[in-house]
């Protein structure tokens, strides 16, 4: 189970933290990833934290948003700065085994989502 947490309404160039609490996977087994949906538009991998610790980001976000996990508390963050409008989505953090934290098409575990907005 993956729970996310930390949306919310800021305005253009604010910051935003989000989290994911899994339960009964462990973020170190496999690749995690943040993806988001905007109204209207397909869902669409935004950053992953690869099994091997690297990671990767869609090209809109580079520089301004960063993955990270924290083993211990089995949860993995998505720090978003210099918010812009075009960044409004449902966010949802997802999990897959194994490598290639880019195929996105491969996630298989998913949270609920969280709202942010940005205006």
């Known amino acids: 189970q993956l729970v996310e947490s930390g949306g919310g309404s800021v305005q253009a160039g604010g910051s935003l933290r989000l989290s994911c609490v899994a339960s009964?996977?462990?973020?170190?087994?496999?690749?995690m990833a943040w993806f988001r949906q905007a109204p209207g538009k397909e869902r669409e991998g935004v950053a992953g934290r690869c099994t091997y610790g690297g990671t990767v980001y869609t090209d809109s976000v580079k520089g301004r948003f960063t993955i990270s996990r924290d083993i211990a508390k089995n949860t993995v963050y998505l720090q978003m700065d210099a918010l812009k409008p075009e960044d409004t989505a449902v966010y949802y953090c997802?999990?897959?085994?194994?490598?290639?934290?880019?195929?996105?098409?491969?996630?298989?575990?998913w949270g609920q989502g969280t709202q942010v907005t940005v205006s």
């Open positions: 009964g996977y462990i973020v170190s087994g496999g690749c």
């Open positions: 997802a999990a897959k085994e194994g490598y290639g934290c880019n195929r996105w098409s491969a996630y298989n575990s």
